[in-house]
């Protein structure tokens, strides 16, 4: 499960950072989820190590354009990319009117289907692997907040150990990988806990834009891996950000220090704090540090594998 950001300033575009977008990228399912897709977002994801042909899924907070004038675009151009099966869309209700208000007139046939979902608080999306589920935010249009949770697995079997008791192979390992207990031929009975490392923790990946701060998105990021938050502002120009119902730096600390978070993104950063200006972005970062450690600043293309956890072995084997 790797983060790749391919847009991280808010509003318009600078030099270094485009408008929002990210991608969380599924290696073992060959599958790429893209989060918001800002103007020029397929010319980011060209510059990255991101296939377009592999994006089946996406999801957006909400119809600001800076969040979702780079759409038609890259529907258009995934159908010459790799000819998906099917893309799905998650996003609020008038989502699917601004697609067909641009493919329509422009007579663009995207030669593959979609499928637009309209999201509501709650469950999102399931398979045997994930869920994602959302919540609303506060802004000046309806957005949501997603959190995307893997499920746990079971952790590996020890072969080689079960090889040494002389274990049959076949339907008995597949028993013992369950963890239940089996008789032997012989008459001995065994354990399979004994055989597999603790249970992998699912990896738990929240992203919070664009709002002011909120007891919904403090809810939604409970015990996460990695929040990705909006920090548009400093913390001088709360005011501006309580008027505009964007974050501040502290703002996204405060959220990620209530949720108990492992470890903090801040993006979605105002123009205003380009190089160049009395008030830089890592200013931010240093703002939001003294509130919550473990926070970084995230750029166009910079990587993140979400590490993997393992539930200690003594509560595993409760």
């Not at 597949?174 to 603790?198: H, M, Q, S, W, Y």
């Not at 929240?206 to 919904?216: E, F, G, I, K, Q």
Request: charged residues 20%; glycine residues 8%.
């Amino acid at each position: 499960m790797q983060i790749t950001f391919l847009g991280t300033s808010s509003a318009v575009p600078t030099r270094s950072r485009n408008v929002s977008s990210w991608v969380l990228r599924l290696p073992q399912r060959s599958e790429a989820w893209l989060f918001d897709c800002g103007e020029g977002t397929q010319h980011q994801i060209l510059r990255s190590d991101v296939r377009i042909s592999q994006i089946t899924r996406i999801f957006v907070t909400h119809l600001h354009g800076d969040h979702i004038f780079g759409l038609p675009g890259l529907l258009a151009s995934a159908g010459m990319a790799g000819n998906p099966s099917r893309i799905d869309l998650y996003g609020p209700s008038d989502l699917e009117d601004y697609l067909q208000g641009v493919l329509r007139p422009s007579q663009t046939r995207l030669g593959y289907p979609i499928k637009v979902h309209v999201v509501r608080p709650g469950l999102v999306f399931e398979d045997e692997h994930f869920q994602i589920l959302c919540a609303p935010l506060k802004h000046r249009v309806t957005a949501f907040g997603y959190r995307i949770v893997e499920k746990d697995r079971p952790g590996r079997f020890d072969v080689e150990k079960a090889a040494a008791l002389n274990i049959p192979s076949g339907p008995l390992y597949g028993k013992l990988k369950r963890g239940e207990t089996v008789t032997l031929p012989d008459g001995r009975c065994i354990n399979g806990a004994e055989f597999c490392a603790p249970p992998e923790v699912g990896r738990k990946v929240v992203y919070c834009t664009d709002t002011v701060y909120c007891d919904s998105a403090v809810e939604l990021a409970k015990d996460a891996d990695v929040l990705i938050h909006e920090a548009t502002y400093a913390h001088q120009d709360a005011e501006l950000a309580y008027q505009r119902l964007h974050s501040t730096s502290t703002m996204a600390a405060q959220v990620a220090l209530g949720a108990g978070v492992k470890r903090l993104f801040l993006t979605h950063f105002s123009p205003r704090y380009a190089p160049g200006n009395p008030v830089k972005i890592n200013d931010l970062l240093q703002e939001a540090r003294m509130i919550f450690p473990s926070t970084e600043i995230a750029h166009d293309f910079l990587n993140y594998e979400v590490p993997r956890r393992q539930l200690p072995e003594a509560v595993a084997r409760v």
